[in-house]
């Protein structure tokens, strides 16, 4: 009888321990997500480094926001660039000390660029989940936030 209560009692310990690293785990992922608006608000206070995955053909097509890192995840060939990863890492590890944002059309290629980078062990990394375009057309370009148009002389990564 007591045995039993004991192994109860285990198994209740580890549920617990393990819905409290997942609930931590959710909650602290929330807090990476940042809303457009306080996206915009740290850019307009030179407190966030926003880094674009999108592609050259995307930065044609909608602009791109004035001072922002153009690092595109893909070729023309919608192919994984082989020096992707690696331009991300010394971009970011030369910005230990700034908030950065990753930011795509949508939010998937940010929160996947995202997720990689804070397995790696870096800090003060986030996304923007509504992107330039938004799911429902309510990204940072529809809100009216600032976008240049892109211009390919500067022949980003």
């Given at each position: 009888m007591v045995a039993k209560s004991y192994i109860r009692l285990i198994i209740l310990s580890v549920f617990i321990f393990l819905n409290s690293k997942l609930i931590y785990s959710i909650m602290n992922n929330l807090n990476l997500e940042i809303s457009l608006e306080k996206a915009h608000?740290?850019?307009?206070?030179?407190?966030?480094?926003?880094?674009?995955?999108?592609?050259?053909?995307?930065?044609?097509?909608?602009?791109?926001?004035?001072?922002?890192?153009?690092i595109s995840m893909h070729d023309n060939n919608n192919l994984e660039r082989k020096d992707f990863l690696k331009e991300i890492n010394l971009e970011i590890s030369s910005h230990k000390n700034k908030n950065i944002a990753f930011i795509c059309a949508s939010g998937a290629r940010s929160k996947a660029v995202m997720d990689f980078f804070l397995n790696k062990g870096f800090k003060n990394i986030h996304h923007i989940p509504d992107g330039i375009m938004g799911k429902q057309s309510n990204g940072w370009l529809f809100q009216g936030y600032p976008i240049t148009n892109y211009l390919a002389e500067k022949d980003p990564k």
């Amino acid at each position: 009888m007591v045995a039993k209560s004991y192994i109860r009692l285990i198994i209740l310990s580890v549920f617990i321990f393990l819905n409290s690293k997942l609930i931590y785990s959710i909650m602290n992922n929330l807090n990476l997500e940042i809303s457009l608006e306080k996206a915009h608000s740290l850019y307009k206070e030179n407190n966030l480094l926003i880094i674009d995955v999108r592609t050259k053909k995307e930065w044609e097509m909608t602009g791109i926001i004035p001072d922002s890192i153009l690092i595109s995840m893909h070729d023309n060939n919608n192919l994984e660039r082989k020096d992707f990863l690696k331009e991300i890492n010394l971009e970011i590890s030369s910005h230990k000390n700034k908030n950065i944002a990753f930011i795509c059309a949508s939010g998937a290629r940010s929160k996947a660029v995202m997720d990689f980078f804070l397995n790696k062990g870096f800090k003060n990394i986030h996304h923007i989940p509504d992107g330039i375009m938004g799911k429902q057309s309510n990204g940072w370009l529809f809100q009216g936030y600032p976008i240049t148009n892109y211009l390919a002389e500067k022949d980003p990564k």
